[in-house]
């Protein structure tokens, strides 16, 4: 089997990117779906801007749309050729716009989004992403629309050019595909079988990224702990992640997402004994039952995942443990949903991402007996947000009074405005608001707070100052890159500026050597 290339992609200027009277012509990039989507649409902006095209200004209509899809549920089918419905419209009132549509439904329904959607110009898949801009180009010149589905991987994604969305962090794919069946899962058959990166070549992207300023990467991939397995290194991923430690100006490491199947206790040493690592770890359960695990073909059962907890939470005492639910799978009884219940409570995640369960064409469970009726789902459903949202407002309760190292962020919080607090996470990536007292200095994003944790809601800690406190800030270069882009875009710093993204930075993890 052939390995997908390493060596970084250079995306030429193209004449579509231009309009006859000479303007750049803009674009926007629509993400649904997961983290592996967004930073795949970094990589799109990155192609977009090498070969000539503009950001779009907030608010104003794009020359060119690309939505990137999701299809890891049912409703993402729903979400996009409504989307593209509205886009139509727009189409129409603007000459010479064009609408792509890439990513995993792409790839699925292949020739589907141009028969349910002909004015769609560009379809592409998972394994083309650098394709884009001359599929563009090949649109325009013909005036007809373009279809590119590759069915194996040719180049990692990380050598493609990058428009990062933040200076202060940087998403890092270790690997791509995934090699287990899951039987709820389109993923596998959508982004092929697991294709692992050279260690060096991640350590030089990661050190690239400080370069450029950022001082905390989160680590990527479908199965991210099993990170090796193409080089026969089932410790690689603890090996990597010690490496990262020893990155000069890196000074938080995260990763997403792991498989307790896969998830060893070399790596909770590694997370342990690695100062730069957070203490933080997302960890998929998606049912408590067994039985149901089995039919989910998930190689764990309830007792090694709580297990895996226990080890985690004794190496790292104050560690954040969040999740991935499904309720409602075939099959699922009040019985399975109680063990379900039973797991989350003894878990006691600071977090969950639940989900009802949809189905997925293509996939076994799509065709499995005893659907579960949705009525009953949804009652499922709701019982387990409220037992959830309970354990994290107790276990953001346990925050209030201590003191956090907090990562200002271009502002998280949708009230951040009207209440005059900034927005951070803290090194367990909770999010937290604080307040700037009057009189006090205002943080950059990618500047690092010290805050108290005064008040906890179930989505967040807040940290208001003492009376004729002063707001604690650590400078960083982090902070420093996110001003001089600021200044270079001509605008003016202050704390609650519009984050300004980076430079494009082409894919050169192979660049550095000697590592």
């Given at each position: 089997?052939?390995?997908?290339?390493?060596?970084?992609?250079?995306?030429?200027?193209?004449?579509?990117?231009?309009?006859?009277?000479?303007r750049a012509?803009?674009y926007?990039?629509?993400?649904?779906?997961?983290?592996?989507?967004?930073?795949?649409?970094?990589?799109?902006?990155?192609?977009?801007?090498?070969?000539?095209?503009?950001?779009?200004?907030?608010?104003?209509?794009?020359?060119?749309?690309?939505?990137?899809?999701?299809a890891?549920?049912?409703?993402?089918?729903?979400?996009?050729?409504?989307?593209?419905?509205?886009?139509?419209?727009?189409?129409?009132?603007?000459?010479?716009?064009?609408?792509?549509v890439?990513?995993?439904?792409?790839?699925?329904?292949?020739?589907?989004?141009?028969?349910?959607?002909?004015?769609?110009?560009?379809?592409?898949?998972?394994?083309?992403?650098?394709?884009?801009?001359?599929?563009?180009?090949r649109?325009?010149?013909?005036e007809?629309?373009?279809?590119?589905?590759?069915?194996?991987?040719?180049?990692?994604?990380?050598?493609?050019?990058?428009?990062?969305?933040?200076?202060?962090?940087?998403?890092v794919?270790?690997?791509?595909?995934?090699?287990?069946?899951?039987?709820?899962?389109?993923?596998?058959?959508?982004?092929?079988?697991?294709?692992?990166?050279?260690?060096?070549?991640?350590?030089?992207?990661?050190?690239?990224?400080?370069?450029?300023?950022?001082?905390?990467?989160?680590?990527?991939?479908q199965?991210?702990?099993?990170?090796?397995?193409?080089?026969?290194?089932?410790?690689?991923?603890?090996?990597?992640?010690?490496?990262?430690?020893?990155?000069?100006?890196?000074?938080r490491?995260?990763?997403?997402?792991?498989?307790?199947?896969?998830?060893?206790?070399?790596?909770?040493?590694?997370?342990?004994?690695?100062?730069?690592?957070?203490?933080?770890?997302?960890?998929?359960?998606?049912?408590?039952?067994?039985?149901?695990?089995?039919?989910?073909?998930?190689s764990?059962?309830?007792?090694?995942?709580?297990g895996?907890l226990?080890?985690?939470?004794?190496?790292?005492?104050?560690?954040?443990?969040?999740t991935?639910?499904?309720?409602?799978?075939?099959?699922?009884?009040?019985?399975?949903?109680?063990?379900?219940?039973?797991?989350?409570?003894?878990?006691?995640?600071?977090?969950?991402?639940?989900?009802?369960?949809?189905?997925?064409?293509?996939?076994?469970?799509?065709?499995?007996?005893?659907?579960?009726?949705?009525?009953?789902?949804?009652?499922?459903?709701?019982?387990?947000?409220?037992?959830?949202?309970?354990?994290?407002?107790?276990?953001?309760?346990?925050?209030?009074g201590?003191t956090?190292?907090?990562?200002?962020?271009?502002?998280?919080?949708?009230?951040?405005?009207?209440?005059?607090?900034?927005?951070?996470?803290a090194?367990?990536?909770?999010?937290?608001?604080?307040?700037?007292?009057?009189?006090?200095?205002?943080?950059?994003?990618?500047?690092?707070?010290?805050?108290?944790v005064?008040?906890?809601a179930?989505?967040?800690?807040?940290?208001?100052?003492?009376?004729?406190?002063?707001?604690?800030?650590?400078?960083?270069?982090?902070?420093?890159?996110?001003?001089?882009?600021?200044?270079?875009?001509?605008?003016?710093?202050?704390?609650?500026?519009?984050?300004?993204?980076?430079?494009?930075?082409?894919?050169?993890?192979?660049?550095?050597?000697?590592?």
């Amino acid at each position: 089997m052939t390995m997908p290339s390493s060596a970084p992609t250079l995306i030429e200027p193209s004449f579509a990117a231009v309009t006859s009277d000479g303007r750049a012509r803009s674009y926007e990039v629509r993400t649904f779906g997961c983290q592996m989507n967004v930073h795949d649409s970094e990589r799109l902006s990155g192609s977009l801007e090498s070969a000539g095209y503009v950001k779009a200004p907030a608010g104003e209509d794009a020359d060119v749309v690309i939505i990137n899809t999701c299809a890891v549920r049912d409703n993402a089918a729903g979400k996009l050729y409504g989307t593209l419905g509205y886009l139509k419209s727009r189409k129409e009132k603007h000459e010479g716009m064009q609408i792509a549509v890439g990513g995993c439904l792409a790839q699925m329904d292949k020739d589907a989004v141009q028969e349910k959607a002909p004015w769609v110009d560009v379809v592409f898949g998972t394994h083309n992403m650098g394709s884009l801009p001359q599929l563009l180009e090949r649109s325009r010149h013909n005036e007809e629309a373009e279809l590119e589905i590759l069915e194996s991987l040719e180049v990692f994604p990380s050598t493609l050019p990058t428009k990062r969305d933040n200076i202060y962090s940087g998403w890092v794919s270790i690997s791509v595909g995934c090699n287990n069946t899951c039987t709820f899962c389109i993923v596998p058959s959508l982004r092929g079988k697991e294709k692992d990166r050279r260690p060096g070549d991640i350590l030089n992207e990661i050190r690239l990224l400080v370069d450029d300023g950022a001082i905390e990467v989160t680590l990527l991939g479908q199965n991210v702990n099993s990170y090796g397995v193409e080089f026969g290194d089932r410790h690689a991923f603890g090996k990597l992640l010690r490496a990262a430690g020893d990155v000069e100006g890196l000074e938080r490491v995260r990763f997403t997402s792991p498989h307790p199947a896969a998830f060893t206790d070399d790596v909770i040493d590694a997370m342990a004994e690695t100062e730069n690592v957070m203490p933080q770890l997302h960890m998929p359960l998606q049912s408590g039952s067994d039985r149901i695990l089995r039919a989910m073909r998930r190689s764990y059962r309830s007792r090694k995942f709580l297990g895996i907890l226990e080890r985690v939470r004794e190496r790292m005492p104050d560690a954040a443990i969040t999740t991935d639910i499904i309720v409602g799978f075939p099959g699922e009884t009040e019985e399975d949903f109680q063990e379900t219940l039973r797991v989350v409570e003894e878990a006691r995640f600071s977090s969950a991402f639940t989900f009802q369960y949809s189905i997925r064409e293509g996939t076994p469970a799509a065709t499995m007996a005893d659907q579960v009726p949705k009525d009953v789902v949804q009652e499922r459903y709701n019982r387990l947000m409220e037992l959830q949202q309970r354990i994290t407002l107790e276990e953001n309760q346990k925050q209030l009074g201590r003191t956090l190292e907090v990562l200002v962020s271009k502002g998280e919080g949708k009230k951040d405005a009207a209440t005059l607090r900034l927005t951070g996470r803290a090194e367990d990536n909770r999010l937290v608001h604080f307040e700037v007292p009057e009189g006090s200095d205002a943080p950059r994003p990618g500047d690092v707070v010290t805050v108290t944790v005064t008040h906890a809601a179930p989505s967040h800690l807040l940290a208001d100052a003492p009376a004729g406190a002063e707001l604690r800030i650590r400078r960083t270069r982090a902070g420093d890159a996110w001003e001089n882009a600021d200044a270079a875009s001509c605008g003016v710093p202050s704390a609650d500026t519009t984050q300004q993204a980076g430079p494009v930075r082409l894919g050169l993890p192979a660049l550095r050597v000697g590592v």
